[in-house]
Nanobody, 128 residues
Framework: QVQLVESGGGLVQSGGSLRLSCAAS????????MGWFRQAPGKEREFVAA????????YYADYVKGRFTISRENAKNTVYLQMNSLRPEDTGRYYC?????????????????????WGQGTQVTVAS
């Protein structure tokens, strides 16, 4: 069982930055690939970024590529999402998720999972 707790959300002006963190419980964090997803009001949840267990491989949705960076510190059981050049359309609730997966993943696997565990989310609001 893995419990995930996100933090770092808030209100930011367009063009600003935020760094989200996701702290995981358990001693097997390095066995999991991690992903970030978001959901805006009235919209379906969408993939943002993912990282494999070692941090060697990262995956991004086109709409955040070049602006967001996912990273992880296995010693701290934490995955991060650095978000720069934020836009109003980045507004939403951001969720981290864990998927038991070794090695690398395909982009479709990173995007679609399935992911085994989900956090409660943290709200990001970007004002224009």
């Amino acid at each position: 069982q893995v419990q995930l707790v996100e933090s770092g959300g808030g209100l930011v002006q367009s063009g600003g930055s935020l760094r989200l963190s996701c702290a995981a419980s358990g001693r097997t964090f390095s066995s999991y690939a991690m992903g970030w997803f978001r959901q805006a009001p009235g919209k379906e949840r969408e993939f943002v970024a993912a990282i494999n267990w070692s941090g060697l491989y990262t995956y991004y949705a086109d709409y955040v590529k070049g602006r967001f960076t996912i990273s992880r510190e296995n010693a701290k059981n934490t995955v991060y999402l650095q978000m720069n050049s934020l836009r109003p359309e980045d507004t939403g609730r951001y969720y981290c998720a864990a998927r038991r997966a070794s090695g690398s993943m395909s982009y479709s696997g990173a995007k679609s999972g399935p992911y085994d565990y989900w956090g409660q989310g943290t709200q990001v609001t970007v004002a224009s």
